[in-house]
């Protein structure tokens, strides 16, 4: 069982800036392609973005985009998910998702909460 922890979370500033991660300690993720998402109370679920766990391809929502990059460094387990021009709208809890590739597993993080306030 893959275990995913996300942290980087907190409080900032209309405008600021976040870098998110999404770590294992246990196994590789170089086979993971490795999603973020977010949910706001009484919202849907949302997807923002992804990055393949082949050629390293990333898509981003239009909600995002041109604000959030995402980035993986497969030597460290790790996922990033750098946020800037922070708009209260994001305010959200953000979660991790890594689906391996063979197989189709699929996993979560418990997720980390971002507040975007003055």
């Known amino acids: 069982q893959l275990q995913l922890v996300e942290s980087g979370g907190g409080l900032v500033q209309p405008g600021g800036s976040l870098t998110l991660s999404c770590a294992t300690s246990q196994y590789t993720l170089e086979y993971y392609a490795v999603g973020w998402f977010r949910q706001a109370p009484g919202k849907e679920r949302e997807a923002i973005s992804c990055?393949?766990?082949?050629?390293?391809?990333?898509y981003y929502a239009d909600s995002v985009k041109g604000r959030f990059t995402i980035s993986r460094d497969n030597s460290r387990n790790t996922v990033y998910l750098q946020m800037t021009s922070l708009k209260p709208e994001d305010t959200s809890v953000y979660l991790c998702n890594a689906e391996h590739g063979p197989t189709s597993q699929n996993y979560w993080g418990q997720g980390t909460q971002v507040t975007v306030s003055s």
């Open positions: 990055i393949s766990s082949t050629d390293e391809s990333t």
